[in-house]
């Protein structure tokens, strides 16, 4: 069963850039694609991009398209986001998922990390 290791949250001000990192500890067999999600408080989970991990396609948020950027390391198993000029509305948990669908629901993603708080100051 894979487990997703995020990197640590920060309280950046706007306009700053981040980037955020999730390593699989083990992709189980199936495990085709990455993504990442963001939580606001008292809402659902939404999606902000996803990547195949083989072969690069990735898929975007409308909301966050052109301002952030999903990557990976194939060779050393690392998931990336990049997010530039943020915005005090990027204040969120964030989340990293892994599944075997490209998909942009929650639903099709089995594992999850534990979430990385991010904190945009204006």
């Known amino acids: 069963q894979a487990q997703l290791l995020q990197s640590e949250g920060r309280t950046v001000r706007s306009g700053d850039s981040l980037t955020l990192s999730c390593r699989p500890s083990?992709?189980?067999?199936?495990?085709?694609?990455m993504a990442w999600f963001r939580q606001y408080p008292g809402r659902e989970r939404e999606f902000i991009a996803a990547?195949?991990?083989?072969?690069?396609?990735?898929n975007y948020a409308d909301a966050v398209r052109g301002r952030f950027e999903i990557s990976r390391d194939y060779g050393k198993n690392i998931l990336y986001l990049q997010m530039n000029n943020l915005r005090s509305d990027d204040t969120a948990m964030y989340y990293c998922?892994?599944?075997?669908?490209?998909?942009?629901?929650?639903?099709?993603?089995?594992?999850w990390g534990p979430g990385t708080q991010v904190t945009v100051s204006s």
């Open positions: 998922a892994a599944g075997s669908e490209f998909a942009s629901s929650e639903s099709f993603f089995d594992f």
């Open positions: 990547i195949v991990f083989l072969g690069g396609e990735t």
């Open positions: 083990y992709l189980s067999f199936g495990v085709k694609v």
